[in-house]
């Protein structure tokens, strides 16, 4: 398992931007897919977007297509989600995940390890 840390998020205007990063440990990072998931309140863990090793393939919750984009740096052990256009329904807490194999990589059983999460808030 890699260990992970997330950082960047917090309180910004709807219209806004932020950019996550999440910090791994561990000398196979770039052999990882990573992952970022995110959790409101009262609501269920739910898959936000997803990079390959190899930084060629991901996928994104069709809600935040054309908004986010996730990337990774794999001579520093960090994966990036920058979060443009930010709306109210976007405010959650975010995960990062990683997993050494994935099918679809969307389904959270998929991943290995997990992040503490980061708040990122959305006002109106």
């Known amino acids: 398992q890699v260990q992970l840390v997330e950082s960047g998020g917090g309180l910004v205007q709807a219209g806004g931007s932020l950019r996550l990063s999440c910090a791994a440990s561990?000398?196979?990072?770039?052999?990882?897919?990573m992952g970022w998931f995110r959790q409101a309140p009262g609501k269920e863990r739910e898959f936000v977007a997803n990079?390959?090793?190899?930084?060629?393939?991901?996928s994104y919750l069709n809600s935040v297509k054309g908004r986010f984009t996730i990337s990774r740096d794999d001579a520093k052990n960090t994966v990036y989600l920058q979060m443009n256009s930010l709306k109210p329904e976007d405010t959650a807490v975010y995960f990062c995940a990683a997993a050494r194999t994935v099918v679809t990589g969307i389904n959270r059983d998929e991943y290995d390890s997990w992040g503490q999460g980061t708040q990122v808030t959305v006002s109106s």
């Open positions: 561990g000398r196979t990072f770039n052999s990882y897919a």
């Open positions: 990079i390959r090793s190899g930084g060629r393939t991901y």
